[in-house]
């Protein structure tokens, strides 16, 4: 009787002001709006009863508090490398805005001016993917939805640039598995927002 493989929850934080008016939001450290902070709740009632080895949180308080919504908190270790994005000169701004300036602009592709670039992203997926490899058993990870699409690319063995074809909603809930004894990682479910199981 085969083992069966450890897999990876990914977990985006629930609404926040900014994500619903379509702002880049990396380093500013803004709360869930009141709908996020049911989404949260609402994902910790679909997580209900799995066993997590390690859990993970970026330290900004819209993936904190997704956490400890979701019922996670106390488990939880802070793990600076899953903090989003740091979009330099384009916090704050949303893509249509950046794009009526540079019409060829493409995070995923020339990252931020005064910001992280594609690569630097990918590094610190790398780091955060190392770590959760060597846990025994399944790990939850929450966090913003530019790192974890490229974390979902590195799991993949893709360039960091890859996790601009891998749209995440807040509140939502992606798998990160195995398939034949850990020699080929596959996603096994991706951007879930539906009601408890």
């Not at 803004?30 to 989404?39: C, F, M, S, V």
């Not at 908190?73 to 384009?90: C, F, K, Q, T």
């Amino acid at each position: 009787m085969s083992e069966a493989l450890p897999v990876v929850y990914l977990a985006r934080h629930g609404e926040t002001a900014w994500s619903l008016s379509g702002q880049h939001t990396g380093l500013t450290d803004i709360p869930l709006t009141e709908r996020g902070e049911h989404a949260a709740r609402r994902l910790g009632a679909r997580l209900e009863g799995r066993p997590f080895a390690k859990v993970l949180t970026s330290p900004l308080q819209r993936a904190a508090r997704t956490c400890e919504l979701a019922g996670f908190g106390a488990a939880a270790e802070v793990d600076r490398d899953l903090v989003e994005w740091n979009y330099g000169a384009y916090e704050g701004r949303r893509s249509v805005d950046i794009r009526a300036e540079r019409p060829d602009w493409d995070l995923f592709r020339d990252g931020c001016p005064g910001g992280e670039s594609p690569d630097q992203v990918g590094a610190r997926a790398d780091r955060v993917l190392s770590r959760i490899r060597a846990v025994e058993g399944n790990a939850l990870l929450f966090s913003s939805g530019h790192i974890l699409r490229v974390l979902a690319a590195r799991w993949l063995e893709l360039e960091p640039g890859r996790g601009r074809s891998l749209l995440l909603d807040t509140a939502s809930l992606s798998v990160l598995g195995y398939e034949h004894r850990r020699s080929q990682p596959v996603i096994r479910l991706w951007n879930d927002t539906g009601p408890p199981a």
